[in-house]
Structures are given as C-alpha cells and as structure tokens.
C-alpha cells in the first residue's frame, strides 16, 4: 500500500483526466499540490495532522505550495465518521482565524450525497482511494473563479461526465487504494 501514489494516480486519472477539477492540472504541473500521509489512527491524530497541515500551508508561498492534500489511511473509513471530522476540521480553521484563509473540502472512498443511492455513480465525483482531507487557499480559488467565471457549471458538468463514464468506465479508470 503506497497512499501517496494511489492519490497521485487518483488525481492524475480521475480528478485531472476526467476534468472534474478543472484548476487541479496547473498546480498539480507546477508541483504546488502536496500530498501528505497521516500516520494518525484515530480523529484526534487526523485533527493534530490537519493543524499543522494547514500552518504549513499558510506559511509557504503559494509559488512553492497551493494546496495540500491529508491521505488519511489507518482510520476513518466509515464516512459517517469522516464528515464529522470534516466538520470539526472546519470549525479547528475557524479557531485558527484561517477561515477566509483556508478552505476545507473533503475526500472519501465510501462518499455518499444525501438522497442517492451508495452505487449512484454521482457519488464518485467525491470519492477518493482513502478519505482526504483538501486543504485549499481562499486566494486561489478566487483566482481560478475569476479565470473560469462559471464555476458553479463545474458540479453538473462532473454528473454528466460520470454518467456518460459509467461504474465500468470508473472502475477501469483503476483509481482505488492498492493494497
């Protein structure tokens, strides 16, 4: 199992291939996404992991860093209990007076929309080989809005891609963990 590398598979496979981010491939080409593992095995560990994520993040140029991505593969895999560490890892930025600095968005192999189906081939726009936690600069996101003004097309765009992709063509897309 080498967390890291699946990610950056997943990313370069699904996230960048599929265009599901259409701002992901020029950082990721500038090597400005960092990919960090967390050795952590429970919440509490993932939490201390994300806080020194993000004061990494916030104290390295955006030139050298724009983004990070936390793999966390020891715990967490029950995504109930994920999306309540996503939202304590939002109100931990907020505590960190990083809210407007940082923005949190969130991963998960097992990720599930309310009201879908566990299989709805929608859910996989979020889904990921080991829940993630993606730390992202307010400032950048502004930027890559401001460069692509009809952003909120992007969600309805990944549906239709995913739908046209189907599980088949996910499922040969080989973006899973690797054990």
């Known amino acids: 199992m080498n967390p890291a590398q699946d990610t950056i598979h997943w990313l370069e496979r699904a996230v960048i291939g599929l265009n599901l981010c259409p701002f992901a491939k020029a950082v990721h080409v500038k090597k400005q996404v960092r990919v960090a593992v967390s050795e952590a095995t429970d919440a509490a560990g993932v939490l201390e992991d994300l806080a020194r994520e993000a004061d990494e993040l916030v104290a390295t140029p955006a030139s050298e ?6 793999v966390v593969p ?27 600095v940082l923005q ?6 097992r990720f599930q929309f309310a009201d879908t189906d566990v299989d709805d081939i929608t859910n996989f726009t979020n889904r990921s080989p080991y829940p ?18 009809e952003a909120e097309a992007i969600y309805g765009a990944n549906i239709e891609a995913l739908r046209r ?7 040969a897309l080989d973006v899973g963990a690797h054990p």
């Open 104 to 109: 949190l968005a969130s991963f998960h192999p």
């Open 132 to 149: 993630t936690l993606h730390l992202l600069r307010e400032e950048s996101i502004d930027r890559a809005v401001a460069a692509f003004p």
């Open 65 to 70: 860093r724009d983004t990070t991505l936390l």
């Open 74 to 100: 020891h715990c967490l895999q029950d995504f109930i209990e994920f999306d309540d560490v996503v939202a304590r890892g939002e109100r931990l930025l907020r505590k960190k007076r990083l809210e407007g």
């Open 165 to 171: 992709l189907g599980r088949e063509g996910w499922d």
